[in-house]
Each structure stands twice: as C-alpha cells, then as structure tokens.
C-alpha cells in the first residue's frame, strides 16, 4: 500500500501565492507519476499538473505560467505545487495523486480558497 499525505494549503487572497507538499510512503520503492488533481464545488475532478520520474510534466491550460510542479527526495517520492497569481476560480479541494502501473493512489486533499 502506498499512503499520501498533503499539505499546504489555506486561505488567500487574489493574486497571492501557496505551495503544496505531498510525500509517499509505503511499500514500493518510486512511483512512476506524481501530481495534483482538483475538484471545485458542482465540478468534476480536474488535473492540475503532473511530472513522471523522468521529468516530463503535464499542466492545464488554465494553470500554465501561474503554477509550477516539481519532485523531489531520495527516492522522489515528494511533489510539490507552486502556485502563483491564485485567482478565485482556482479555489478547490486539491488531490495528490501518484500512479506505479495500474494503480492510482489519492491523498486526503488539502483546500486552497482564493478570496477576491
């Protein structure tokens, strides 16, 4: 089993700026990707951003040039979220997800609300 633990986010004001932590731990040795999902009240669960051990990474459009994902740790079983510019409608639960084959793996979720 592999456990996902977030952190990071808040409450802030338009144009400000939070960064997500989540780390993994348990039983298997690197997950192939890592990233953020969110779901925003009467909407369906979004990416956000995604980076696979090789570095290749994934954004929505909607987050492009405002937020930035990173990896990290000995076996880089941590990922960041740098998010930057948070308007409104970035307000959501935020999920960190990390895949190894077949198999999905969701955190807890952390809120992140944008007051404008």
């Known amino acids: 089993q592999v456990q996902l633990v977030e952190s990071g986010g808040g409450l802030v004001q338009t144009g400000g700026s939070l960064r997500l932590s989540c780390t993994a731990s348990?039983?298997?040795?690197?997950?192939?990707?890592m990233g953020w999902y969110r779901q925003a009240p009467g909407k369906q669960r979004e990416l956000v951003a995604e980076?696979?051990?090789?570095?290749?990474?994934?954004y929505a459009d909607s987050v492009k040039g405002r937020f930035t994902v990173s990896r990290n740790g000995a076996k880089k079983n941590t990922v960041y979220l740098q998010m930057n510019s948070l308007q409104p409608e970035d307000t959501a639960l935020y999920y960190c997800?990390?895949?190894?084959?077949?198999?999905?793996?969701w955190g807890q979720g952390t809120q992140v609300t944008v007051s404008s």
């Open positions: 348990g039983s298997i040795d690197s997950l192939y990707s």
């Open positions: 980076i696979t051990s090789r570095g290749n990474i994934d």
């Open positions: 997800k990390g895949s190894h084959y077949i198999y999905n793996y």
